[in-house]
């Protein structure tokens, strides 16, 4: 089976803009989750999706935002950027939810200027 | 306070040793998992647990819910053990929802 893909893998983006992170599951997974790592704040997590709803959210602003399709496959998206959102996006898909093990992505790398 | 606390933060030793990382964590879990990740960001699963001890190889990973700790052991280390380890708790609650809580991460250098 192929891994969990993310798309793009590198992002440079300026102040104000705004930016979509894609992500596809593991074929079968139905639950996908989005971590955001920074050397400051280490993994931290943004939140779950599973067979298209929004099952759990992290502690970030309204700014980051996201959803799942039919097919699974996910996006974030990240508005009004700032240089804090600097990091890596890993996202990890799982048969039943983060809970369960998960397989992530190799990330997208975004860097804010 | 961390809810989910590793230590040591830094781990050097010589191919061949026992290693032990640790993780303790405050609050109450469904579940508790072991993760690697090497230089460029690629995260693997190694371990999840709810309970007891698990062996894959030459790591083991056991977990006292009672006392809130999770050790993960490597024997017969090598260098290309060398990664960043990380613990990560899974929170059930129905005010701060579901959600998975990292540990800062154990740096491990083996070196031949």
């Known amino acids: 089976k192929a891994g969990v893909t993310q798309t793009p893998r590198y992002l440079i983006k300026t102040r104000g803009q705004q930016v979509t992170l894609s992500c596809s599951p593991i074929s079968g997974h139905r639950s996908v989750s989005w971590y955001q790592q920074t050397p400051g704040q280490g993994l931290q997590f943004l939140f779950e999706y599973f067979s298209e709803t929004q099952r759990n959210k992290g502690n970030f602003p309204g700014r980051f935002s996201g959803r799942q399709f039919s097919n699974s496959r996910s996006e974030m998206n990240v508005s009004t950027l700032e240089l804090g959102d600097s990091a890596l996006y890993l996202c990890?898909?799982?048969?039943?939810?983060?809970?369960?093990?998960?397989?992530f992505g190799p990330g997208t790398r975004l860097t804010v200027t | 306070k961390n809810e989910v606390e590793q230590s040591p933060q830094n781990l050097t030793a010589q191919e061949g040793e026992f290693i032990t990382i640790n993780c303790s964590y405050s609050v109450g879990i469904s579940a508790l998992h072991w993760l690697q990740q090497h230089p460029g960001g690629g995260i693997v699963s190694l371990f999840m647990l709810s309970s007891g001890k698990k062996k894959h190889g030459r790591l083991i990973a056991t977990i006292n819910i009672q006392e809130k700790h999770s050790s993960l052991h490597i024997t017969a280390s090598h260098p290309r053990d060398s990664a960043v380890y990380i613990c990560a708790v899974y929170l059930s609650g129905e005010t701060s929802g579901s959600r998975l809580t990292f540990g800062e991460g154990t740096q491990l250098t083996v070196n031949p």
């Open positions: 990890a898909s799982s048969l039943q939810g983060a809970r369960y093990e998960q397989y």
